[in-house]
């Protein structure tokens, strides 16, 4: 079936460095993409979304990349933060679909 | 000012004895999730409300059942829990469902003794 994959389960950057997060899906009818950030113990906290009529989109420290194309999703994360460890999820949606498919997650970790 | 409540966040049952989790909004949102994550895992969808409109998931087992008296509230009950059966039980609302945000509660962990 449909599914949102990442290529890496795990990624581990140095503080201060840049962190890009990536994700693969699988359905071409999705047109909203959603990054969530969870720390441990806690629910899944809204990071950036952006939908299909776009290509990039920008926050604060984040910066969420869409490649319709190849359907591929990246997040970005400028100077990394000791708070930024915790595992992220890309997650795909289309209208009407009324629920989210998730991608696996990646576990972020910063080396001081 | 939180817009997810969950009840309790830290739950322990016996094997076989029925539990409900509690889940409550401040958004006025349609839509409310249940989901199911494990650890390392993304969250498994279980069933969702569209306003009264019950959405079960395929592979939801018979045992997980959901009740949603009015717009804020929402519950999950595992009528018999199994030991397979304890994670964390995110509970999630958005406003019209599909290609919208959903925003999570901080979850309800549970222990099956």
């Known amino acids: 079936g449909e599914s949102v994959g990442l290529h890496l389960p795990t990624l581990s950057v140095q503080e201060g460095d840049n962190s890009i997060i990536n994700c693969a899906y699988s359905?071409?009818?999705?047109?909203?993409f959603i990054w969530y950030k969870q720390e441990s113990g806690k629910g899944p906290q809204f990071i950036i979304d952006i939908r299909s009529n776009m290509d990039k989109r920008q926050g604060q420290r984040v910066t969420v990349l869409l490649n319709k194309t190849v359907k591929h999703l990246s997040l970005q994360i400028a100077a990394t933060q000791p708070g930024d460890s915790a595992v992220y999820f890309c997650?795909?949606?289309?209208?009407?679909?009324?629920?989210?498919?998730f991608g696996q997650g990646t576990r972020l970790t910063i080396n001081p | 000012d939180a817009m997810v409540i969950q009840n309790p966040r830290y739950q322990v049952t016996q094997f076989g004895k029925p539990v409900t989790l509690s889940c409550s909004q401040t958004?006025?949102?349609?839509?409310m999730y249940w989901y199911q994550q494990k650890s390392s895992q993304a969250p498994k969808l279980l069933f969702h409300y569209y306003d009264k409109d019950f959405n079960n998931e395929a592979d939801t087992p018979d045992n997980f059942q959901s009740r949603r008296p009015n717009t804020s509230f929402c519950f999950l009950d595992i009528r018999s829990p199994g030991l397979g059966d304890a994670a964390m039980y995110l509970c999630?609302?958005?406003?019209?469902?599909?290609?919208?945000?959903?925003?999570f509660g901080p979850g309800t962990r549970l222990l099956v003794l």
């Open positions: 997650a795909e949606s289309f209208q009407g679909a009324q629920k989210l498919v």
């Open positions: 359905n071409s009818a999705s047109d909203y």
């Open positions: 958004l006025n949102h349609n839509v």
């Open positions: 999630a609302t958005s406003s019209r469902g599909g290609g919208e945000t959903q925003y």
